[in-house]
């Protein structure tokens, strides 16, 4: 059973160009959320989708930034005109259900993230 | 707002011995709270969680944390270190009666020498 799957595991862009990162849940889950990881610091939360749906968007940079969860395929991160400040790792993590009685959290399975290189 | 203070960015302790990890949080509602561990060049894997009942949790490679309500900690312990041990520990939050939007703190780095 393969679990949360994210490529490419490194990208490296010049400045004003493109990223697209993508991250395949584990089989059977149908919600996605990604992190954002700077160097000497934590995880910070950007965004959460279920199919075919922003849910929280709270956490994504106003500009540049998109995501999707299309009905079919990978969800997509893409970060576009990248500048040297958006150099980190980026982290999928999914789980099969949002929340359960009571708002009890379910498990996040995180990938092993992408590592994006702004030159 | 919700917040998660790991004190120490750096941890070092012989083999055998106990490891402590520090956490403090803040929340205006009961929280649900995480440790989680990361190798180097891998995803997070869960270490354990509180959610509600016994605030002793066990959880994998023979690590524990207690929440303490009235300290607002939930602090990470192993009473014997092994090298395999070394990596990066990351505390988390989580809002109840919410989804599981996580709210992780800066990270603390283990490391163990012999």
């Known amino acids: 059973n393969a679990g949360v799957m994210q490529n490419p595991r490194h990208l490296v862009r010049r400045r004003g160009q493109e990223a697209r990162l993508r991250c395949s849940p584990m089989k059977g889950h149908s919600h996605v959320y990604w992190y954002r990881q700077l160097p000497e610091e934590g995880l910070k939360f950007m965004v959460y989708l279920q199919k075919e749906n922003i849910i929280d968007e709270s956490g994504m940079p106003k500009e540049r930034f998109s995501a999707e969860f299309p009905k079919e395929g990978p969800s997509i991160l893409r970060i576009q005109q990248v500048v040297r400040g958006d150099s980190a790792a980026y982290f999928c993590?999914?789980?099969?259900?949002?929340?359960?009685?009571?708002?009890?959290?379910?498990?996040?399975?995180f990938g092993p993230g992408t590592r994006l290189t702004v030159t | 707002a919700q917040s998660v203070t790991q004190l120490g960015s750096h941890v070092s302790v012989s083999e055998g011995a106990l490891v402590l990890l520090r956490c403090n949080y803040s929340?205006?509602?009961?929280?649900?709270l995480f440790w989680y561990v990361q190798y180097p060049n891998q995803g997070l894997q869960l270490l354990l969680k509180?959610?509600?009942?016994?605030?002793l949790v066990k959880g994998i490679n023979g690590f524990e944390a207690e929440f303490k309500k009235s300290e607002t900690s939930f602090h990470l312990t192993k009473p014997s270190a092994h090298m395999s041990d070394a990596a990066e520990y990351f505390c988390a939050v989580s809002p109840s009666g919410g989804y599981n939007k996580l709210i992780f703190g800066a990270g603390t780095r283990l490391a163990v020498h012999p």
């Open positions: 509180y959610t509600t009942g016994a605030t």
């Open positions: 929340s205006s509602v009961p929280p649900y």
């Open positions: 993590a999914s789980s099969d259900r949002g929340q359960g009685l009571a708002g009890t959290p379910y498990e996040q399975y």
